[in-house]
T-cell receptor
Framework: KAGVTQTPRYLIKTRGQQVTLSCSPI?????VSWYQQTPGQGLQFLFE???????NKGNFPGRFSGRQFSNSRSEMNVSTLELGDSALYLC??????????????FGEGSRLTVL | GESVGLHLPTLSVQEGDNSIINCAYS??????FIWYKQESGKGPQFIID?????DKRQGQRVTVLLNKTVKHLSLQIAATQPGDSAVYFC???????????FGKGTLLTVNP
């Protein structure tokens, strides 16, 4: 069974640009969450989707957005990139329809560098 | 406010010793806790979880202890192996069903 797949794995952007990251959850998982990981702030929750609906959102500015498609695949977008957006962006999927009743399975992440 | 903090940012142990990684949390609403292991270049990997109606849970070579009175969580790794070298994160749900709040992480180094 394939794990959580994130693309691209690495990317470099410049300030002001935008970026779209993609996540394919484990087959059958309908909940997808996104986290930002930086050395200074650690892992921080961005948002969570289930059945194409955003159920919860973390404390990030509106430049950070996401969506989920009918096949449960998810994308997140960051517009007007800033240097501080450089981070590892992690996607996690879960089987549980009711939320955190079990494991979150993480992907390998997309490492974004903003120059 | 919500916060999950680790007492020790780094821990170095000898191969074969037992390791204990500690974590403090402050959100009384948290009723679900997870430990994750993250190796360099990889995403976090689930180790073990525990719900607030339990104070101890055991897995293979790992034990999680939960003390709700002092809001403390610990991960014990028995007979630590070089492959256990990684960053370990505790996470709590803050009473939410949809998100986790992670600690900053503890770097465990196992010396042969």
């Amino acid at each position: 069974k394939a794990g959580v797949t994130q693309t691209p794995r690495y990317l470099i952007k410049t300030r002001g640009q935008q970026v779209t990251l993609s996540c394919s959850p484990i087959s059958g998982h309908r909940s997808v969450s996104w986290y930002q990981q930086t050395p200074g702030q650690g892992l921080q929750f961005l948002f969570e989707y289930f059945s194409e609906t955003q159920r919860n959102k973390g404390n990030f500015p509106g430049r950070f957005s996401g969506r989920q498609f009918s096949n449960s695949r998810s994308e997140m977008n960051v517009s007007t990139l800033e240097l501080g957006d450089s981070a590892l962006y992690l996607c996690a999927s879960s089987l549980a329809a009711g939320g955190l009743k079990g494991e979150l399975f993480f992907g390998e992440g997309s490492r974004l560098t903003v120059l | 406010g919500e916060s999950v903090g680790l007492h020790l940012p780094t821990l170095s142990v000898q191969e074969g010793d037992n390791s204990i990684i500690n974590c403090a949390y402050s959100n009384s609403a948290s009723d679900y806790f997870i430990w994750y292991k993250q190796e360099s270049g990889k995403g976090p990997q689930f180790i073990i979880d525990i719900r607030s109606n339990m104070d101890k849970r055991q897995g293979q070579r790992v034990t999680v202890l939960l003390n709700k009175t002092v809001k403390h969580l610990s991960l014990q790794i028995a007979a630590t192996q070089p492959g256990d070298s990684a960053v370990y994160f505790c996470a709590e749900n803050g009473g939410s069903n949809y998100k986790l709040t992670f600690g900053k992480g503890t770097l465990l180094t196992v010396n042969p």
